[in-house]
């Protein structure tokens, strides 16, 4: 009902009008509820250089991220692949050649409590490492320190198995702890990074620390097109010769 000094009084019949909900910022995919609302990223990038020796390199990536009131949810995969040769080589021999998938997973079961419970997947595959290939899986619980618009700022603790299968072929219960951090800086930038320490439950010297930094900036002028350059490495203090204890993998991509 509403009342109007020169029109008097209107009574509009409920339900006489629909009211459409809008569509969320990401449809599902193929037209289904599954991924509603998601972020999703395909990155593609391509390098090379000529001197002294020639390399020339590629990488690819996607990335998913969803959340609600109940979970928060973020699908990583990247490859890494390169070539090179010197002035005493006539072909290029590979030099990169690696890769992984990472699925995490927050239960956020506590309503309004900064506290969470967390699970994470992962595999790793690396030509030119002592394992080859591996496949870890932990979980524990978290603590949100930072969670606004503009910071979230995770801390993590728990425990998993890791199975490395190559030169080296072994299972083992690892002690996790580690951090993410993300960073909307402004319209159309974001940075994010994450580190995290395992140890091996038997030799608690025997560990590894897995970093990961990413800087995103949008194109303005092309909906849906970024710039991103990222860092990924990996330090594990006991490896089998001549595997170099520290190997990082950069990128920069659209």
Known sequence: VVEHADFGRMEIPAGAYEIEQPEPINPGLFGTRFMRGWERSIEFGFNGSSGNSDRIGMNAGLRLFGEDDT?????????????QRDVTQTEKAKTTNNGFVDYRHDFLIFGE??????GNVRYDYDEFQDFQNRFTGQAGAGYEIFN???IVWLWNLGAGVNYQGGQVDDVIGEFVTGMDFAWNIMEGQALKADTYYYADFQRW??????SNLYYEISLGWVTGLALNAGLKNEYR?????????NVRNENNNL
């Open 148 to 150: 606004n618009d503009t």
């Open 71 to 83: 979970y928060r949810a973020r699908f990583r995969g990247q490859y890494f692949f390169a070539k």
């Open 113 to 118: 409590s900064p506290v969470y419970l967390w």
């Open 205 to 210: 010297s025997d560990y590894r620390i897995l």
């Open 237 to 245: 203090n006991e490896v089998l010769p001549p595997v170099p204890p």
